[in-house]
């Protein structure tokens, strides 16, 4: 059975940092790039950043809006995946989501092709 457990403070000021952190189970861990999105009330999901599989390159591709703000990184050895978030701003507000997808590395940013999914975890910003 595949699990996704994501963890980590909810609640941060304007101008603060959380880190997240994503424990994964029931998958061969190192051949799966590790997303990070997140689903804002009454928007849409959307992808955060990616940790690229170490076969294929290994890198982190993160959204526009980040901004060098957020970094991923994942430490194949415990099969975790982290989300620092740094200087938040409350339009950082939403549900965090880890998930994992084996699909080639042109289709990692697709929402779509992510099959395995984390809970979701709450991220509230306030100004």
């Known amino acids: 059975q595949v699990l996704l457990t994501e963890s980590g403070r909810g609640l941060v000021q304007a101008g603060g940092s959380l880190i997240h952190s994503c424990a994964v189970s029931g998958l061969k861990f190192r051949n799966y790039h590790m997303g990070w999105f997140r689903q804002a009330q009454g928007k849409e999901r959307e992808l955060v950043g990616v940790?690229?599989?170490?076969?294929?390159?290994?890198?982190?591709f993160y959204a526009e809006f980040v901004q060098g703000r957020f970094t991923i990184s994942r430490d194949n050895a415990e099969k975790m995946v982290y989300l620092q978030m740094n200087n938040l701003k409350p339009e950082d507000t939403a549900v965090y989501y880890c998930?994992?997808?084996?699909?080639?590395?042109?289709?990692?940013?697709?929402?779509?092709?992510?099959?395995?999914w984390g809970q979701g975890t709450q991220v509230t910003v306030s100004s």
């Open positions: 940790s690229a599989r170490p076969g294929s390159g290994g890198k982190a």
């Open positions: 998930a994992a997808s084996q699909v080639a590395l042109s289709g990692i940013r697709q929402l779509e092709m992510y099959r395995s």
